[in-house]
């Protein structure tokens, strides 16, 4: 599951002792190395139907981690993007994979070597070759429950964050992401079909919710994480709650089911 520059497992297991916010600022140089990051495909999926829903002029990444959606967020939006989380680890990777216009990201720019790689006193570095443009990207440190943004955004997303809030946390969440958007602003993002009972990912999952309820309930600080706390009757009832109008569309170059329904949908939130 993971290449050999990524965690090891001691990494992982101090991780998984810590809270939250200091586990992921462990995890965060190495966490694009990992299956916890969305897969291409589905951030690919996500922007090909959120493209017919636009244009969009400013978009805001919720709990962006080292930058995945904001790179989504950058092909659909023309001036603004904002990704927002609460560790300063994964805001730091973040930074580094999207630096400011004229810039090249951290992992494309050659590797210094000796003195004559120093930039000349009092110079600033030159970028070599052509940088993408896009729209401006800004960063900032704030806890999902409590943004800090006026109704400003035309787009709103998030990616693989949800099983870091309880289902008590989850309508106050989303007001807040409401809050957050202009009238006629779109709350997106992908959530899967549940696996079938019985199934290998069925009892994955289950063993690992168990897991972490056996961790919190011994161990603090607590550290939430679980996968069968999000589903989809409940999502819909608390975005309703919060004032969202909603509408599901099938992300079916995703696949399918047995029975022919999509395995994810995308849920479409709209302020109205």
Known sequence: MFTEQGPTVRELAVQALSSIEHGYDLLAPKFDLTPYRTPDRVLDAVTDEVRRLGPFSTGLDVCCGTGAGVGVLRQLCRERVVGVDFSAGMLAEARAAFPPEGERPAAERPAAEGPAAEEPAGEAPVAEGPVAEGPAVDWVRADARSLPFAPAFDLALSFGAFGHFLPAERFGLF???YGSLRPG?????PIGAPPPVGSRAYWSLLGFDAAMRV?????????VMYYRTFRLGDVLEDLTRAGFV????PLTELGRRP?????PRLVVATRE
């Open 246 to 249: 909603v509408r599901l569309m």
């Open 215 to 223: 961790r919190n309930a011994l161990w603090r600080p607590r550290f």
């Open 185 to 189: 602003g779109r709350f997106v993002f």
């Open 259 to 263: 029975d022919g329904s999509p395995r």
């Open 175 to 177: 007001a807040e992401v």
